[in-house]
C-alpha cells in the first residue's frame, strides 16, 4: 500500500487578512478625486465635490464598500472627519480654484469642531492652508439628525468662518424638507433620481419647479446631481437651475477640471431651448362633487305624499328632495316633475295621500361622496340609466346626508373642466394645447435666437368627415399627428395641436424646410389609406361644401405655412400667431404644399 503525502501549504498561497478601515486611517491610505460643478447660465466652473478613495483595487477602493466597513468597525465618524481632512490636504496640494465641497454626516460634523476646538478648528486657515470661504460642507442625512440644536450650534461656528452649508442628495428619500428649513443650507443638491431623463418626465419637470420656488423661498440655490446626457442639461439650464454636475460635465479625478467637457460646454454656449415635457391634466382641474352640491330639505322615511307635496310647493326651485332614514342615511330620493305628474292624476291624494313617500321614490338613487372627482362623475353622461340626468344626484360625507347635485350642473362642470383640460393638452392626439404653445413662443423669443413658426392645416377635410364620419374624420387628425411627431427632433421642434385639424410646429432644427415638405409628402400618402375604393379611383367624393351645394372635392391634403422669425421682429407671442396664421393662408389659398414667408 502506497502513502500519498501532501507538503503543507505554502504561505504565498493563504488569502491576505482583510484590509481595514482602521489601517487605512492610520497608514495615511485615503486619496480623494474631485468632481466639477458648473454654473448653467455660463459654463464657468463654480467648484468640487471631494470623492474618496481608499487603495486602488482593493475591496475598499470605492465609498459605499469603504463606509459599510467603517460601520463594521465602529469607525463611521472617524472616518468622515479624515476623510475631510484628506480632502483639504489635497485641494491644497492640487492648488484647485472655486469651492470645495465636502461630505460629512451631521454627527461627524460636530464631533469635528469639537474635537478641534482651541487648535484652531478642522476649517480654519491654519489647518491646510484652505480658506474657510472656498469650503462648503454637504450635510448628509444617511440617519436622521436627532440633535438639531448640536448641528445648528455647528453651523452657526462654521458660518462665522466662511465656510457655506449645502443638503446633499434631497430627494433620496432620505433627505427632509424640514431639515432644509432648520438649517437654511446656501446650496441644495438634488437627488440624480429627478435629473435623469428628465425630458421624457413631466413629473420630475414639475418637481423641480417646485423646489426652485422653494430655494427662492428659503434663499438657496440648486445644483442637480447626476447629469448624464445634452438633453437633460439643456431643460436643466433652462429651467433656471443654478449648478449642474454629472458625467457630461467633467468625471472626478485627482487633478478636477478648469472647464466642463466639450459635450457640456456646446450646450452650454447652444441659444437652443429645450423642448419642455407636458404634464397632462387631468380634465377634472380638482373640481369634486362637492363643488356642485347645493343645499336642499329632506324628508323622513315616514313622511306622506301630503308632506311632500306641501315641501315641493314651498320650494319652487327644488328638482327632488332626498328621503332619509333616523341616521341621516339616504334611502330614496323623489324627482318633482315625476310626483307632480302623480298627484295631479284623479284620486291620487285620496288614494295615497297619506302613504309614505317612499312608495313611489326611487330606492337606488346615485348616492357619491363629497370628494368624487368630476372624472369620475362623468359616467353618468353616458350610462343607460339616465334617470340621473333628470332627477340628479345626492352627495354624502361618511355616508351622511350633505346636499343635491343637478345633471345640468354636472354637464356645465365636466364641460368647462374639458375646455380647460384641452388649453393645456388636447385630449384627441393628447399633444399640448394653447397655453403650452404660447409659452414655449415666449421662451423662443425671450431666448433672443430665430425660429420658424409652422402652422399645418387640412385641405377639404370638412366633405371628408362629413362622408365618412366623426370615427374617421378624427382617424385623419390623429395621423397628422403621428407624422408631424415622427418628423421633427423631439429635443428641438415643438410640435402643438391648437385643436380640429390646426397644428404648430415651432422649429430651432436647421433642416425645418426639408421636414415640412417630409410632413406633407408622407402625409398626403398615408391619408389616401383612408379613403374608399371609389373615392380614390375618382381621385375625391361628391359632398356638400360649405354653402350647402354638393360639388366635387379632392383626396384630403395637407397645407403649412411658416414664418421666419429673426430675433427682435417680433415681441409676443399673440404676434407670431397670427403670422403664422397668414403664411398658412397663402399656402391654402395658392395651393401650397409648404409657403414660406419672413416676419
Known amino acids: 500500500m502506497t502513502t500519498l503525502i501532501y507538503p503543507a501549504p505554502s504561505r504565498s498561497l493563504e488569502r491576505p487578512a482583510p484590509l481595514r478601515v482602521q489601517t487605512l486611517i492610520s497608514e495615511d491610505l485615503l486619496t480623494t478625486l474631485f468632481q466639477p460643478i458648473v454654473q448653467l447660465d455660463c459654463g464657468l466652473i463654480y467648484g468640487h465635490e471631494a470623492l474618496v478613495r481608499g487603495p486602488a483595487g482593493s475591496a475598499l477602493e470605492y465609498p459605499d464598500a469603504l463606509f459599510a466597513a467603517g460601520r463594521r468597525e465602529g469607525l463611521t ?4 472627519v479624515r476623510c475631510a481632512a484628506q480632502a483639504l490636504k489635497d485641494w491644497s496640494r492640487h492648488k484647485l480654484g472655486g469651492r470645495l465641497l465636502i461630505n ?4 461627524a460634523l460636530t464631533h469635528a469642531l469639537h474635537d478641534e476646538q482651541g487648535r484652531g478648528g478642522l476649517f480654519s486657515d491654519e489647518a491646510f492652508g484652505v480658506a474657510p470661504g472656498s469650503i462648503m460642507i454637504e450635510l448628509t442625512e444617511h440617519e ?3 440633535d438639531i440644536e448640536s448641528l445648528r450650534r455647528a453651523i452657526t461656528a462654521l458660518r462665522r468662518q466662511g465656510v457655506g452649508i449645502a443638503l446633499d442628495d434631497f430627494g433620496d428619500g432620505r433627505s427632509s424638507l424640514r431639515l432644509w428649513s432648520e438649517i437654511q443650507p446656501d446650496i441644495v443638491k438634488i437627488d440624480k433620481y429627478f435629473s435623469h431623463d428628465l425630458p421624457a418626465h413631466a413629473e420630475k419637470l414639475q418637481t423641480f419647479r417646485a423646489l426652485l420656488q422653494l430655494a427662492e423661498t428659503f434663499g438657496a440655490q440648486l445644483i442637480a446631481e447626476g447629469i448624464e446626457s445634452a438633453e437633460e442639461l439643456r431643460v436643466l439650464r433652462d429651467l433656471g437651475v443654478t449648478f449642474g454636475q454629472g458625467w457630461l460635465i467633467g468625471r472626478p479625478s485627482r487633478e478636477g477640471a478648469t472647464e466642463a467637457l ?4 456646446t450646450v452650454l454656449a447652444s441659444s437652443d431651448i429645450a423642448v419642455l415635457p407636458e404634464l397632462r391634466r387631468a380634465s377634472s382641474n380638482g373640481v369634486t362633487a362637492e363643488r356642485l352640491m347645493m343645499e336642499a330639505v329632506t324628508v323622513r322615511e315616514d313622511a306622506s305624499h301630503e308632506q311632500l307635496f306641501r315641501l315641493f310647493n314651498e320650494h319652487e326651485q327644488l328638482h327632488a328632495i332626498a328621503v332619509l332614514n333616523a341616521k341621516d342615511e339616504p334611502v330614496a330620493l323623489v324627482d318633482r316633475s315625476q310626483f307632480i305628474n302623480r298627484w295631479a292624476k284623479p284620486f291620487f291624494n285620496d288614494l295615497y295621500g297619506r302613504h309614505a313617500c317612499t312608495l313611489f321614490a326611487n330606492p337606488s338613487p346615485l348616492i357619491v ?3 368624487t372627482g368630476i372624472e369620475a362623475l362623468t359616467t353618468v353622461l353616458t350610462s343607460a340609466d339616465q334617470r340621473y340626468l333628470r332627477e340628479g344626484f345626492i352627495i354624502t360625507r361618511e355616508g351622511r346626508y350633505l346636499g343635491l347635485g343637478t345633471g345640468e350642473q354636472l354637464v356645465r362642470s365636466v364641460t368647462e373642466a374639458r375646455i380647460e383640460a384641452a388649453r393645456h393638452a388636447n385630449p384627441l392626439t393628447f399633444l399640448p394645447g394653447n397655453i403650452p404653445i404660447s409659452q414655449h413662443i415666449g421662451r423662443l423669443l425671450t431666448s433672443g435666437r430665430g425660429f420658424v413658426a409652422a402652422y399645418a392645416d387640412l385641405n377639404h377635410f370638412k366633405p371628408f368627415n362629413d362622408e365618412y364620419g366623426y370615427w374617421r374624420g378624427d382617424e385623419m387628425i390623429r395621423l397628422v399627428a ?25 422649429f430651432q432644427s436647421d433642416d425645418w424646410e ?3 415638405e417630409q410632413i406633407v409628402t408622407r402625409f398626403n400618402d398615408l391619408a389616401r389609406n383612408l379613403f374608399d375604393a371609389a373615392a380614390l379611383q375618382a381621385g375625391g367624393i361628391m359632398a356638400e361644401d360649405r354653402h350647402g351645394d354638393m360639388r366635387f372635392h379632392p383626396c384630403t391634403t395637407l397645407s403649412i405655412g411658416a414664418v421666419q422669425i429673426a430675433p427682435g421682429t417680433l415681441q409676443r407671442p399673440e404676434q407670431v400667431a397670427s403670422a403664422a396664421a397668414t403664411a398658412k393662408r397663402h399656402a391654402k389659398h395658392e395651393q401650397l404644399s409648404v409657403y414660406v414667408m419672413a416676419a
Request: hydrophobic share 40%; aromatic share 4%; glycine share 8%.
Open 104 to 107: 460629512m454626516s451631521a454627527a
Open 77 to 80: 465618524v472617524e472616518l468622515e
Open 144 to 146: 436622521r439628525v436627532t
Open 369 to 371: 361622496d363629497a370628494d
Open 262 to 265: 466639450p459635450g457640456a460646454r
Open 482 to 506: 403621428r407624422v408631424a411627431s415622427s418628423h421633427c427632433d423631439s429635443q428641438r421642434d415643438f410640435l402643438g395641436h391648437v385643436g380640429g385639424d390646426d397644428f404648430v410646429m415651432l
Open 514 to 516: 426639408l421636414r415640412c
